[in-house]
Nanobody, 115 residues
Framework: QVQLVESGGGLVQAGGSLRLSCTAS????????MGWYRQAPGKQRELVAT???????NYPDSVKGRFTISPDFAKNTVYLQMNSLKPEDTAVYYC?????????WGQGTQVTVSS
């Protein structure tokens, strides 16, 4: 069982930045995948960024070049730095980890980008 605690959401103007944090209740293992998904009202949950325990990252085109996921393995934490935010980035952001084929989710944190 892995518990994930997120922080860092909030309200920001378009063009601004936010950093989300996600801390896991246990050590991040080399085989783990950690990341972020988001869900806007009326839309399906979508991938934002993932990183493996080995440091490989993946981003969809919608956030590539603007968002950066990075780990602090000593703190069992991953960060999502979000720059050049757009109103369409408004959503609840969920931290995620996959360990040994099991998926775990955080409670979600709201990010609102005003135009």
């Amino acid at each position: 069982q892995v518990q994930l605690v997120e922080s860092g959401g909030g309200l920001v103007q378009a063009g601004g930045s936010l950093r989300l944090s996600c801390t896991a209740s246990s050590t991040i293992l080399n085989g783990d995948v950690m990341g972020w998904y988001r869900q806007a009202p009326g839309k399906q949950r979508e991938l934002v960024a993932t990183i493996t325990g080995g440091g490989s990252t993946n981003y969809p085109d919608s956030v590539k070049g603007r968002f950066t996921i990075s780990p602090d393995f000593a703190k069992n934490t991953v960060y999502l730095q979000m720059n050049s935010l757009k109103p369409e980035d408004t959503a609840v952001y969920y931290c995620y980890t996959r360990r040994l084929l099991m998926d775990y989710w955080g409670q979600g944190t709201q990010v609102t980008v005003s135009s």
